[in-house]
Nanobody
Framework: QVQLVESGGGLVKPGGSLRLSCTGSGFPTYGYTIGWFRQAPGKQREGIACINRDGTISKYSDSMRARTTISRDGAKETVYLQLDDLEPEDTAVYYC????????????????WGPGTQVTVSS
């Protein structure tokens, strides 16, 4: 059973940065994708970035591409999401998720989700 947990969220001032971590277990030996999503209260879940198992394919949402970097440490089964130039609109719960598909940002393709980590951007 795939399990994931996020960490690294917290309170940050506008213009600040955070690096979120997603640590997983139970991953198969074959290909899979880890994605990062976020959801603000009253809003639809939004894809941010995803990366495939060996790190050769990464995809970003158009709105976050310029200030987001996704990476992974295969030895630790950890995927990172670097967030830069954060704005109040970025306040949301950030989730990492697991998909058995190729790298895509459609949330319905992801079967397992972490509990989320809160990111709050405020002065």
């Amino acid at each position: 059973q795939v399990q994931l947990v996020e960490s690294g969220g917290g309170l940050v001032k506008p213009g600040g940065s955070l690096r979120l971590s997603c640590t997983g277990s139970g991953f198969p030996t074959y290909g899979y994708t880890i994605g990062w999503f976020r959801q603000a209260p009253g809003k639809q879940r939004e894809g941010i970035a995803c990366i495939n198992r060996d790190g050769t394919i990464s995809k970003y949402s158009d709105s976050m591409r310029a200030r987001t970097t996704i990476s992974r440490d295969g030895a630790k089964e950890t995927v990172y999401l670097q967030l830069d130039d954060l704005e109040p609109e970025d306040t949301a719960v950030y989730y990492c998720a697991y998909s058995q598909t190729s790298a895509q940002l459609a949330s319905w393709m992801y079967k397992y989700w972490g509990p989320g980590t809160q990111v709050t951007v405020s002065s």
